[in-house]
C-alpha cells in the first residue's frame, strides 16, 4: 500500500509540485520584505497561480475528477487573494450626510508622451470635478501662468486646500494636494521621503459637528517603466536591475506603511487614506493595510478595479483605506479621464453617528 502511494505521487508529482508552489506563493504575503525580500517576488506570481489552478480545475473536472482535489486546494487556500481581486457590490443609497473623495495621480500634470508640456485640459478637469474631498498625487502648480495655476483655480471653485511641499524654487510646486469644501482646521506632514516626492500629508477636515482626518500618500514607486530597460544591454542585468529596484521599492513602502500606520493609530478622529500606494492586492505590505484598515474596493467595488492607465493596465494600485466610524457607500474607477497614466477613484463615505450622537 506504501509503495502504492509513493507510485502515486511520482506519477502525479508535477500536480503536487504546483499545489505546493502555489501554497508558498500565497504565504508570501506574511512575510515583511525587510526580513526576506525574495518573498516580493513570489507575491508577484499570484495572480498567475489563481488563474493556473482555475484552468486546471475546468481541465480535471472534464478529463480526470480524480485528481481535482490538488487545484481545490490551491483554489480554496487561494480564496483572499479572489477576494481582493474582483469585487461585487449592489449600489448603496443613503438619505444621511454623505460626502465624496477623489484620488488621483496626475502625472503633474503633464501631457501623455510629453512630458515637457503641461496639459491645461486635465488641470481644469481637476479644478471642475464637484467632489467634495480631493487629495492629488504628483500635483503640480505654476503661478506665473493662470492658465497652468492648478492651485488657484482649485480655491477660486470654493475648496480650502492644502499643499506639499513648499516651493523647490520661484514657481514650481511638485508632490502633494488636499482640496476640500469643508473647512481644514489642522494639518500637517506624516513622512518625507528625501529627494523624491513619495510623501504623506494629512488635513482634518470640519464636517458639520463631526471632525474627519485625511490622509494623501504617494508610496515609493515600483520603477516599473519599460522605457528605463532600454539602454541595459543584456538581459540579465535587465533582470537584476528590475529585480534591485522592485526589491528596494517594497521595503521603502513597507517603512511608509509603518510611519502610516503608526500616525493613523494615534488620530484622534475618523479617517480616509487615499492615494497612490504603487502596492499590487498580493504584496505583504498590501495585506498589512489591510489588517489594519478597511478597502473601499473590496467592501463596495465592482469589476477588478484596475487603476493604471498604460501597458500595465491590468494593475490595481490606487487604494482607498478607511477606519471604524465610516461607512463607505460607493467606490468606483473613473476610467473617463484618460491623459494621466492613473485613472482616477472614486469613494463615497458617511460618519457614522454613535447611539448618543445627535
Known amino acids: 500500500m506504501r509503495e502504492k502511494g509513493k507510485s502515486w505521487l511520482r506519477k502525479y508529482w508535477p500536480l503536487t509540485a504546483f499545489t505546493f508552489i502555489s501554497l508558498l506563493s500565497y504565504l508570501s504575503v506574511l512575510i515583511p520584505p525587510t526580513a526576506f525580500w525574495p518573498a516580493v517576488f513570489s507575491s508577484y506570481a499570484i495572480p498567475g497561480i489563481l488563474v493556473l489552478n482555475a484552468l486546471l480545475f475546468v481541465f480535471l473536472i472534464l478529463f480526470n475528477r480524480r485528481l481535482i482535489l490538488f487545484t481545490l486546494i490551491g483554489l480554496i487556500a487561494g480564496m483572499p487573494f479572489i477576494m481582493v481581486t474582483y469585487s461585487i457590490h449592489p449600489e448603496s443609497k443613503s438619505e444621511i450626510r454623505e460626502f465624496s473623495v477623489l484620488s488621483y495621480n496626475t502625472k503633474l500634470f503633464r501631457k501623455p508622451k510629453a512630458y515637457g508640456k503641461f496639459s491645461v485640459e486635465m488641470i481644469d478637469q481637476v479644478a471642475e470635478d464637484s467632489s467634495d474631498i480631493k487629495c492629488i498625487q504628483e500635483y ?14 482649485n480655491l477660486a471653485q470654493g475648496y ?34 528625501t529627494g523624491t516626492i513619495n510623501d504623506g500629508i494629512f488635513a482634518d477636515l470640519k464636517i458639520e459637528s463631526d471632525t474627519l482626518r485625511v490622509y494623501n500618500v504617494h508610496l515609493a514607486s515600483m520603477r516599473l517603466e ?4 532600454k539602454n541595459i544591454e543584456n538581459y540579465p542585468s535587465k533582470i537584476k536591475t528590475l529585480m534591485s529596484r522592485l526589491k528596494h521599492g517594497a521595503e521603502r513602502r513597507s517603512y511608509q506603511i509603518e510611519r502610516l500606520q503608526k500616525h493613523a493609530a494615534e488620530s484622534p478622529y475618523p479617517y480616509i487614506i487615499c492615494g497612490d500606494f504603487n502596492e499590487t492586492p498580493y504584496s505583504y505590505n498590501y495585506f498589512e493595510l489591510k489588517r489594519n484598515f478597511y478597502n473601499a474596493f473590496e467592501e463596495s467595488g465592482n469589476g477588478f ?7 500595465l493596465f491590468f494593475l490595481r494600485i490606487d487604494h482607498q483605506f478607511y477606519s471604524p466610524g465610516i461607512e463607505n ?10 491623459i494621466s497614466d492613473h485613472f482616477p477613484t472614486r469613494g463615497v463615505f458617511r460618519i457614522e453617528k454613535s447611539p448618543n450622537h445627535p
Open 140 to 153: 503640480s502648480s505654476n503661478s506665473r501662468w493662470q492658465v497652468l495655476n492648478a492651485t488657484e483655480k
Open 160 to 193: 480650502f486646500g492644502f499643499i506639499h511641499p513648499p516651493k523647490v524654487n520661484k514657481h514650481y510646486n511638485p508632490g502633494l494636494a488636499i482640496f476640500s469644501k469643508f473647512p481644514i482646521v489642522n494639518r500637517g506632514v506624516v513622512w518625507v521621503s
Open 226 to 229: 519599460l522605457s528605463q530597460y
Open 305 to 311: 478595479g484596475f487603476s493604471l492607465n498604460s501597458a
Open 329 to 338: 457607500l460607493s467606490f468606483s474607477v473613473d476610467r473617463s479621464l484618460r
